[in-house]
């Protein structure tokens, strides 16, 4: 038994022939390409959610098609399409205005993909938070002269956010998951190092069993954040019994 224990921990050590530390910067990147995800959603998410209520019709029509495909096929497929057509609409592009072709880093690649199908999903979070607000809300800032920037920061943003958190941290809790899938670009984080140190060791349930234990360190510090934050934006509002 004492044997055994010792060759786990040694697959496991975070020094050389130990494969933790190549779990450990797979679990860092895993949350620095979601992390880069969920703000690039966010952000699109924000100009998607508005661009569908300002009324716009041309606007809105476009990006009900941008939610509703990006919605409809399986995160994989964009991922692979986005990233090899992506790449290769791109050079060819350069290839036509007499430019070299350029490698798409895979990190960067990853960031872009996930960001933008994390976007469709954001835009309709915050589209039904944004619609829950009270319309008398944003009538009286507008009585108190308050442009669309200031109404925004001061009246919407604030208004919004308590409604809009549940959905939010979902999609967190998404995009780690869906980080996993970026392994198909041949970038390396959590999931393809544990597949790596598996095959390397034959010892695949340690890994797998590790690397579950890692998605879970993940996911509890994740929920402990959101729940400061949700506390944060929700002082001053009257609890649930």
């Avoid at 592009?93 to 070299?100: C, E, G, H, R, V």
């Avoid at 895979?106 to 938070?129: P, S």
């Avoid at 996993?180 to 034959?202: I, P």
Wanted: proline residues 5%; charged residues 10%; hydrophobic residues 55%.
């Amino acid at each position: 038994m004492a044997t055994a224990q010792q060759g786990i921990l040694e697959l496991l050590s975070p020094y050389p022939p130990g494969w933790g530390g190549v779990l450990l910067t797979g679990a860092v990147s895993t949350v620095a390409i979601s992390a880069c995800a969920f703000a690039i959603g966010l952000l699109l998410g924000t100009a998607g959610a508005l661009g569908k209520l300002s009324g716009n019709r041309a606007l809105r029509l476009l990006l009900d098609l941008y939610t509703t495909l990006i919605r409809a096929v399986p995160e994989l497929i964009l991922i692979v399409g986005l990233y090899y057509a992506g790449t290769d609409g791109l050079n060819r592009l350069l290839a036509a205005l007499d430019l070299p072709p350029i490698d798409v880093n895979g990190f960067v690649a990853a960031i872009a993909v996930l960001g933008f199908v994390q976007g469709a999903y954001m835009t309709e979070v915050l589209r039904g938070a944004i619609l829950a607000v009270p319309v008398g809300q944003i009538e009286a800032a507008k009585a108190f002269g308050m442009g669309p920037m200031l109404r925004f920061r001061r009246v919407l943003l604030p208004a919004l956010l308590p409604n809009a958190l549940p959905g939010l941290a979902n999609l967190w809790m998404s995009v780690t998951k869906d980080s996993a899938l970026v392994a198909v670009v041949g970038y390396q984080e959590l999931a393809l190092a544990t597949r790596l140190a598996g095959a390397s060791t034959k010892h695949y349930f340690v890994f797998f069993l590790a690397s579950a234990l890692l998605y879970l360190v993940i996911t509890l510090v994740s929920n402990v954040a959101f729940k400061l934050i949700e506390g944060r934006v929700r002082r001053g509002q009257p609890r649930l019994a």
